[in-house]
């Protein structure tokens, strides 16, 4: 029986009881999760293994690389820079980035970029193995592409180019990488855990991710974003997801689907080439503005803390970064997604408990990982785990735990 550490204040009993079950059926491997009410630690919950090889415990502080909750971070490097007059978000890329305006991007904004509608969701030809840690180079890439829809008239979920195209932007007004910009001007200041571009210390004692049994998209020779060889998503029952439908089961079959533009979007660069995926330094060292940050549950829930309480944003520039800019079927993911300025919002692709679902935001990870953060009821949670979920549409086990704070509060 795994033994969960940490602690829980009194009001929040029922997360730790749903943070038990999930061990308890088998959900977990090891996993970690952490909530901040009005500044205030009130869940730090970790337990089981970091690495199911070796059997290494996971520990108060095991960091793991989230995925795609990496994305709302990379957002808020360029809001910063935004908010210091440094980049204007309704200004051409081009602005910044002059060779980007080829093939008929030359009225791509940044907002386009932040809310997945430059219609540039995947790389054309196979990235190598030697351009995965040369992000300017991969940006090349995408600037000598055309389009493959009308830039601001749909949106898609751009699972890895978003970070090679909003990167370049940062990297072309800070004169840093968004991994050394945000270190410099979030991460450290702030004492978070949470590195874009694990040292070796942090790669070191990071959590092994992994799925067991594979099937989909693996099978035919794709993966899912960063999916590692031993860490792809199995496709199984949507059944307990709320508001199902048919979307889910053409997401489904988008899934399952080799050459669909969500496979295309999310399997390229090729990271399942890499021995151990996902898990491989170089993706854990790379620092991808996609999918790269590497933090501790505590670290990503401090994040959504300290940019709900006013210390990384304006209240005024997060409040407009909030506000939907696009809502509806999602060219990529097929179901409806929601985005403000890069942030999630309330959605089928943002799972969010009623009480949540006009005022949370934040993002998701492939396999289950989640960062939310929720100024109307002071709230920052991050949940990691390294069981890749085994539904399509991502995990329900972090659905159920913030479900479990919102009823708690």
């Given at each position: 029986m795994t033994v969960v550490h940490g602690q829980c204040d009194p009001r929040f009993s029922r997360v730790r009881e749903v943070f038990?079950?999930?061990?308890?059926?088998?959900?977990?491997?090891?996993a970690a999760f952490a909530v901040f009410l009005d500044g205030e630690p009130v869940v730090d919950l970790w337990g089981g293994v970091a690495d199911r090889h070796s059997g290494r415990p996971w520990e108060r502080g095991t960091p793991a690389l989230t995925y795609s909750c990496t994305k709302a971070v990379t957002a808020t490097a360029a809001l910063l820079l935004a908010e210091r007059g440094l980049l204007d978000v309704a200004a051409p890329v081009a602005d910044v980035w002059p060779e980007f305006a080829r093939h008929g991007k030359e009225r791509i904004t940044v907002e386009h970029l932040l809310t997945h509608q430059a219609g540039l969701p995947t790389i054309e030809g196979p990235v190598p193995l030697e351009e995965f840690e040369d992000q300017a180079a991969i940006a090349d890439r995408l600037a000598g592409q055309a389009p493959i829809w009308e830039p601001g008239t749909a949106h898609g979920y751009h699972a890895l180019t978003y970070g090679f195209l909003l990167g370049e932007v940062i990297r072309r007004v800070s004169g840093k990488s968004a991994g050394e910009f945000v270190a410099a001007e979030i991460a450290e200041p702030l004492g978070l855990e949470l590195w874009f571009g694990a040292p070796e210390e942090v790669a070191a004692r990071a959590a092994r991710l992994s799925a067991g049994r594979r099937q989909g998209p693996a099978d035919a020779g794709a993966a899912p974003a960063g999916a590692a060889a031993d860490a792809v998503p199995r496709v199984s029952t949507v059944s307990e997801l709320p508001g199902r439908g048919d979307p889910v089961e053409e997401m489904s079959r988008a899934v399952l689907d080799r050459d669909s533009l969500m496979n295309r979007a999310l399997g390229n660069p090729p990271i399942h080439r890499l021995r151990g995926g996902a898990n491989h330094p170089v993706i854990l060292r790379s620092g991808w503005p996609a999918i790269g940050v590497v933090a501790s549950a505590r670290g990503l829930a401090g994040f959504y803390r300290d940019l709900a309480a006013g210390r990384i944003l304006r209240p005024e520039t997060l409040e407009d970064a909030l506000r939907r800019r696009v809502t509806g079927p999602d060219r990529v993911l097929v179901i409806d997604s929601s985005f403000g300025l890069g942030y999630m919002r309330p959605a089928l692709t943002f799972l969010t408990p009623s009480r949540g679902a006009e005022s949370a935001f934040g993002h998701t990870g492939l396999g289950g990982f989640l960062g939310?953060?929720?100024?109307?009821?002071?709230?920052g949670m991050g949940y990691t785990m390294n069981k890749m979920a085994d539904a399509v549409s991502g995990s329900l086990r972090a659905y159920r735990l913030a479900e479990a704070v919102y009823g708690s509060l």
């Open positions: 038990d079950r999930h061990f308890a059926e088998g959900e977990e491997l090891g939310l953060g929720d100024v109307e009821h002071g709230l």
